[in-house]
Every structure is written in C-alpha cells, then in structure tokens.
C-alpha cells in the first residue's frame, strides 16, 4: 500500500507516516520506482501509535516497547504490565507537582519568593 492509502486509512499524515519510518516507527520497502510500500497491517500499527500517544507514551517509549509487544506470547497481559508501570510513573509525577504546588504556594505572597523557604533576607 503506498504511503497516501496508508495515511488515508490510518487517519494521519503522509508527513507523519514519513517522520514515523525516519524514527524507525514504521517500515516500508522502495519500490522501483521510489514509491514507498507498507503492508497492510501498519494501519493497525499506526492506530496503536495514536492511541498509546493519547495515553500518554512518548514515542520513544513506544518505539521501545513495540517490538517487545508484537514478540510477547500474551500480548494483553504484556500490555497491562506497561499500563500499569505508566500509572506508577504517573503517580510519581503527580506527587512530585504536588510538592511543588505547596512550595509554590508557601512562596507565594512573601518579600521575596525565590529564596530557599525560611531563609530571612
């Protein structure tokens, strides 16, 4: 399938189809006359790539984690296990701006909001 069927399909960009096989997302073989050909099964990749950004992968982590995905005997549990890690990295993040949320708050209103908390001047 050449690369404008691929985007028509997958609900993208012949742009972004382009940027994704220069990052190794996707893959596609030359033909002869230069035209890009993928298979048919990278519109349901492609659909994976735009749900997983939408769930908050990077395309690094997905890239990553493809390979592994496609290779796992059970795909559903291995996909749980990373949502799962994504959930805990997630929480991180909360509890880190959370703390940064008080200490902005604590700041806030002072003679002079970016000295260290306590430190008179």
């Not at 994976?48 to 796992?72: C, K, N, P, W």
């Not at 703390?99 to 700041?107: H, M, P, S, Y």
């Not at 909001?113 to 306590?118: I, M, Q, S, T």
């Amino acid at each position: 399938m050449r690369i404008g069927e691929l985007a028509a399909q997958a609900g993208t960009t012949k742009d972004t189809i382009r940027f994704y096989e220069k990052i190794g997302l996707v893959t596609g073989r030359r033909l002869a006359n230069g035209y890009r050909d993928f298979s048919p099964e990278t519109v349901g990749w492609l659909q994976y790539v735009r749900t997983a950004q939408t769930l908050g992968f990077s395309l690094a982590e997905i890239a990553r984690h493809g390979e592994e995905l496609r290779d796992a005997p059970d795909d559903a549990e291995a996909l749980s296990a990373l949502l799962e890690e994504k959930i805990r990295v997630i929480d991180a993040r909360m509890a880190e701006l959370a703390a940064l949320r008080a200490d902005l708050q604590e700041r806030a209103g002072t003679g002079c909001p970016l000295r260290a908390a306590g430190q008179d001047g």
